[in-house]
């Protein structure tokens, strides 16, 4: 448990830290990048989907059929998902922009 | 395969040195693009990590999951338009927040029924099992109502952003009291489910952390947005967090608390550039109830100017620096491809150009710098408050679109103003001012702005773009 919250407390300082150095200006993309990281739940997820055995209808013990626990695990894959491709995907969309452009159109 | 299994957490850990060096990269437009990579090179070592420690006879469902996952987000990063971004990244969040509380529900439901199956049979089959311990329930109730206040509150901030109908503000004497109810009623039930088990004290808590995410940031004002978006931000952060506590998962935790603490230092920018504290603007309500009288006693009778684009458009020509200062106005008519127009033009004239974005101009932090970065705008053309102020009393021109409470001199020289204390830009210094603006209505914040009254603001009235292609058109008939 002490580990645990070693780790949670160095990493809030070491984001502290981080984010104080971003520039203001990519306050967008900073936004759209940490939802895509807290995606990183999809980790929870994927291991709720596949958390056998539950308790099968018989009494017996259920290592394979979709189930209550299968399915929620299977529909938060799904939401995770979407924040973790759309958000890099978006945050890459953004950065491309704020890339120094060839300067063809200034005369 | 063995192989990752057993080393799985050295892989969390590289991503979780990859997820810090994602927002390292941040600190400028060019080391950004190489810290997305890693971001996602982190993330497709987490989940292939996952594959491997998560194995089962249903992991087509993850794979399915994941596909349509991907389909949905790739389809919506690539068509959303930039002026649509605050909404989007609020219901981003409030995806983040959902997924806890599936993932929280079916760790309680899995738990149960392991606990009905028993330790010996699943003994028996090789498995070992150790029902949660209070610090583990603890730890879910948590995730579980933090995601759950997030889901909802999100849900609102984002189609109040969206201006949806349904996002209605709600204001009066009784949101304080109801708010202050279902919070301690949550907490109630949270602890009777941490003390005693009890399944319906948990179901309760979480209907009861919908509801107050919602009436939590319902009272709240759309120009209060950007520090709302921010706090979700940090929120989604915190619980991931808490999943990653229950689940033991280090790269979780590390990943949850960088965004917790990401947004919670967004939200303090924010709250700073607006000179209020959180509290008040979470649980002030929205200010313009506060200002509304002042502002109807002392806009009965006061002269301003009003000209054209045209005039407009002739002075800037003849300038020799003009200052931009975007808002949302620019964002809500879309007019950053004609301001870009514009200041190219103006450039080719042998005028300065440059930007100048006060930290809340907008909905969401850094909101006129992705808009004005989507039009082309050259990244060093555009600058922050405390870079730009000074400069103001040497400038020719300054050409406000769509701003206002952001450039409201009250802020400096009025005590009796609810801005009072804002850092602003400094617009009234400049020798001109011009402010394109709809009409004379007031900002946000239900104040009236002495600038527009200032001897040396000239209002142009009108929707953002068109007059600015005016402008344009005007500069270029001129034919310096």
Excluded at chain 1, 40 to 54: K, L, R
Excluded at chain 2, 352 to 358: G, K, L, M, Y
Excluded at chain 2, 396 to 405: E, K, Q, S, T, Y
Excluded at chain 2, 425 to 446: F, P
Aim: glycine content about 10%; overall charge neutral.
């Amino acid at each position: 448990m002490v580990e645990t919250i070693t780790i949670f407390v160095l990493a809030i300082f070491v984001g502290y830290y981080v984010v104080w150095g971003v520039t203001p200006a990519l306050h967008t993309p900073l936004m759209a990048v940490t939802n895509a990281l807290s995606s990183i739940i999809i980790v929870g997820a994927m291991i709720q989907t596949v958390g056998m055995p539950v308790l099968g209808l018989e009494g017996n013990l259920d290592f394979q059929s979709i189930n209550i626990v299968s399915v929620l695990g299977a529909m938060a894959v799904f939401l995770a998902s979407i924040n973790i491709f759309g958000g890099f995907a978006v945050t890459a969309r953004m950065l491309d922009m704020f890339k120094p452009k060839q300067k063809n159109k200034e005369g | 395969m063995e192989f990752i299994r057993a080393y799985a957490d050295w892989f969390y850990l590289i991503g979780a040195v990859l997820f810090i060096l994602t927002l390292r990269g941040l600190s400028g437009p060019k080391t950004a693009i190489v810290g997305n990579r890693y971001g996602m090179i982190a993330m497709a070592i987490a989940v292939l990590t996952t594959f491997f420690v998560a194995q089962g006879p249903v992991v087509w469902m993850i794979i399915a999951a994941m596909i349509a996952g991907a389909v949905v987000g790739i389809a919506r990063a690539r068509t959303v338009p930039m002026t649509q971004m605050p909404e989007t990244v609020a219901l981003m969040h409030s995806l983040v927040g959902l997924a806890a509380v599936l993932i929280a529900v079916a760790a309680i439901i899995h738990n149960n029924s392991l606990q009905v199956i028993g330790a010996e049979r699943l003994a028996a089959q090789g498995l070992n099992f150790h029902a949660m311990s209070k610090v583990h329930l603890f730890e879910l109730f948590v995730g579980c109502f933090v995601g759950a206040i997030t889901f909802t509150a999100s849900v609102f901030a984002y189609g109040k952003l969206a201006a949806k109908k349904w996002a209605k503000t709600i204001s009066g004497a009784w949101v304080k009291p109801v708010q202050a109810l279902i919070f301690i009623a949550m907490l109630i039930c949270g602890f009777t489910f941490f003390s005693t088990g009890s399944m319906s004290a948990f179901w309760a808590m979480t209907g009861l952390a919908l509801v107050f995410g919602w009436v939590w940031i319902a009272p709240v004002g759309g120009g209060d947005m950007p520090v709302v978006v921010s706090l979700l931000n940090s929120f989604s952060g915190w619980a991931a967090a808490g999943i990653g506590f229950t689940l033991e998962n280090n790269m979780l935790i590390v990943a949850g608390s960088l965004v917790g603490s990401s947004g919670a230092i967004l939200s303090y920018i924010m709250c700073k550039a607006m000179n209020r504290s959180i509290i008040n603007v979470l649980f002030g309500g929205a200010m313009g109830a506060v200002a509304a009288p002042t502002a109807v006693g002392s806009q009965v009778q006061r002269n301003y100017r009003s000209g054209s684009a045209d005039d407009a458009g002739f002075l800037m020509s003849n300038a020799d620096s003009v200052v931009i200062v975007p808002g949302y106005g620019m964002a809500q008519g879309r007019a950053q491809n004609a301001v870009k127009e514009l200041a190219n033009l103006l450039k080719e004239q042998g005028v300065t150009v440059r930007f100048a974005i006060h930290p809340v101009a907008g909905r969401m932090p850094g909101h006129m710098n992705v808009l004005l970065a989507e039009a082309d705008v050259p990244y060093d053309d555009i600058l922050e408050m405390d870079e730009i102020n000074a400069d103001f009393p040497a400038t020719d021109v300054v050409l406000v679109i769509g701003a206002n409470d952001v450039v409201n001199p009250a802020a400096k020289d009025d005590p009796s103003s609810p801005i009072y204390g804002m850092p602003i830009l400094e617009a009234h210094k400049a020798r001109t001012i011009m402010v394109i603006k709809r009409s004379m209505a007031t900002g946000y914040a239900g104040l009236d702005n002495d600038l527009f009254y200032n001897d040396k603001t000239m209002m142009i009235f009108g929707d953002a773009k068109k007059v600015v292609e005016e402008m344009t058109k005007a500069i270029n008939g001129t034919g310096h």
